[in-house]
């Protein structure tokens, strides 16, 4: 019986070792899991503080592109103001080129003169002459001072 004891014992033995080389190896084999659970872990933070970054940036130039967008959205406006302003200035600068040609073409007999004291004639001048003699002014002086000019005139600046 004795050999059947030592059987046991050897065979409890083995047992023993093999549970312990299994325990050993399990401890490992949690060790490195937990070592690649870290791993990802810090590979996860990383990567969320580099996500983290990038949309900073992005917001920032979203911001800078918004401020440029309303500064070119500004100056458009003033710009088409302008260019309503201009246009209309220019439809009362062809109304007066108008008005001239009109002053100039049109059919006005021209009055009498009358006899002065001094022996030269005298009367007052067709809208013809007045246009002309603005048209000479043009070259020496300021052509809108013409009074032939100066009813639309007015009506231009106010």
């Known amino acids: 019986m004795r050999n059947s004891s030592s059987e046991e014992d050897l065979n ?3 047992m ?42 992005i917001v920032a130039s979203v911001n800078l592109k918004t401020q440029l967008f309303l500064g070119a959205e500004a100056e458009n406006s003033v710009l088409r103001a302008q260019a309503a302003e201009l246009s209309h200035r220019l439809d009362s600068l062809n109304e007066i080129v108008n008005y001239v040609d009109s002053l100039r073409y049109a059919a006005v007999p021209a009055p009498t003169p ?7 004639a005298t009367g007052a001048t067709t809208a013809l002459e007045a246009a002309d003699d603005c048209f000479m002014m043009m070259n020496n002086e300021n052509p809108w001072s013409c009074s ?10 106010y």
């Open 12 to 14: 409890l033995g083995l």
């Open 16 to 57: 023993d070792e093999r549970k312990r080389k299994r325990k050993l190896s399990n401890r490992e084999s949690a060790r490195r899991s937990r070592m690649r659970k870290q791993n990802h872990l810090d590979e996860l933070s990383a990567q969320v503080a580099q996500l983290t970054k990038d949309n900073a940036e």
């Open 114 to 120: 009358t006899p002065t004291a001094a022996g030269g």
């Open 148 to 157: 032939a000019f100066q009813p639309v005139m007015d009506m231009v600046m």
